[in-house]
T-cell receptor, first 111, second 109 residues
Framework: SQTIHQWPATLVQPVGSPLSLECTVE??????LYWYRQAAGRGLQLLFY??????ISSEVPQNLSASRPQDRQFILSSKKLLLSDSGFYLC??????????FGPGTRLTVT | EDQVTQSPEALRLQEGESSSLNCSYT??????LFWYRQDPGKGPEFLFT???AGEEKEKERLKATLTKKESFLHITAPKPEDSATYLC??????????FGKGTKLTVNP
């Protein structure tokens, strides 16, 4: 079975600072990978997804970017954080039949 | 555009008091409807996938059903440990999951 790791678990960053969140997956090869954001009172919002190394699709125009430097590594970045970037960031991968499995998440607070 | 609406937003039950959560959806070409459980501060935990109308899945005190327009998550004789937010999602032709906002369930002892 696959395991998803995310770090850091929590992060407090000032407005205008850079961001790097990392997701790694064990127990599978060439996985589809996803970044979601969950804000208070809102559903899970898909931000980026990747079907392979260097292949990134963006769902929402925003202050964030994603990269996939290795098969099982997915990185979410920002050059300058905004207050509106605060939220719970989740990495996910697909299972055998369309379902997605989520990591433990990173709680980001921008101050 | 695929859409998912969950109701109620919040539900309080007494231990042993059975009830149902609703997930209404519109999707072009349903590939699957998914139920997740999410505990505070944690990532969603996969529960069920339903693929076609009439299908049912069960796990312990939970039973999920599916029609052409909605899904129900029935909770039988809930316990306090069933307290969580339950998320519903659909996947259509775009292969992306679209989530509802969830139902926060509280089960009091």
């Amino acid at each position: 079975s696959q395991t998803i790791h995310q770090w850091p678990a929590t992060l407090v960053q000032p407005v205008g600072s850079p961001l790097s969140l990392e997701c790694t997956v064990e127990g599978t090869s060439n996985p589809n990978l996803y970044w979601y954001r969950q804000a208070a009172g809102r559903g899970l919002q898909l931000l980026f997804y990747s079907v392979g190394i260097g292949q990134i699709s963006s769902e929402v125009p925003q202050n964030l970017s994603a990269s996939r430097p290795q098969d099982r590594q997915f990185i979410l970045s920002s050059k300058k954080l905004l207050l509106s970037d605060s939220g719970f960031y989740l990495c996910a991968t697909t299972g055998g039949m369309y379902e997605q499995y989520f990591g433990p998440g990173t709680r980001l607070t921008v101050t | 555009e695929d859409q998912v609406t969950q109701s109620p937003e919040a539900l309080r039950l007494q231990e042993g008091e059975s009830s149902s959560l609703n997930c209404s959806y519109t999707v072009s070409g349903l590939r699957g409807l998914f139920w997740y459980r999410q505990d505070p501060g944690k990532g969603p935990e996969f529960l069920f996938t339903l693929y076609s109308a009439g299908e049912e899945k069960e796990k312990e005190r939970l039973k999920a059903t599916l029609t052409k327009k909605e899904s129900f998550l029935h909770i039988t004789a809930p316990k306090p440990e069933d307290s969580a937010t339950y998320l519903c999602a659909v996947q259509g032709g775009s292969e992306k999951l679209v989530f509802g906002k969830g139902t926060k369930l509280t089960v009091n002892p």
